[in-house]
Nanobody, 125 residues
């Protein structure tokens, strides 16, 4: 699975962004998708995840209520809509796929099989 993240940018506090993660894979491959982020000087942390079917999602408490993860399997794309952005949301955001854990949101990096490149999100105060 190859993952391409996009949609990052510079936004003012309170603004919104929609990140996209486009996956290229054999059609027979099912996978759960997660978003992680890493701020300067900090460890990478889990943000949000969705199961293959899209029926199960999970969020980090820091983004819960402000973000929505969804997927369109016909387009092999997962979206992360982020609203009410805060300066502390500033980070490089990575999408990741798990072909091992498919039916549940993957929140642990050790359960990730594939990583995409990051997309920078910068929120100004």
């Amino acid at each position: 699975v190859q993952l391409q993240a996009s949609g990052g940018g510079l936004v003012q506090s309170g603004g919104s962004l929609r990140l996209s993660c486009a996956a290229s894979a054999r059609t027979s491959t099912n996978y759960a998708i997660s978003w992680f982020r890493q701020a300067p000087g900090k460890e990478r942390e889990f943000v949000a995840a969705v199961s293959w079917s899209g029926s199960r999602t999970h969020y980090n408490d820091s983004v819960k209520g402000r973000s929505t993860i969804s997927r369109d399997n016909d387009k092999n794309t997962v979206y992360l809509q982020m609203n009410s952005l805060k300066p502390e949301d500033t980070a490089v955001y990575y999408c990741a796929a798990s072909a091992t854990y498919v039916d549940y949101p993957v929140v642990n990096e050790r359960q990730v099989d594939y990583w995409g490149q990051g997309t920078q999100v910068t929120v100004s105060s």
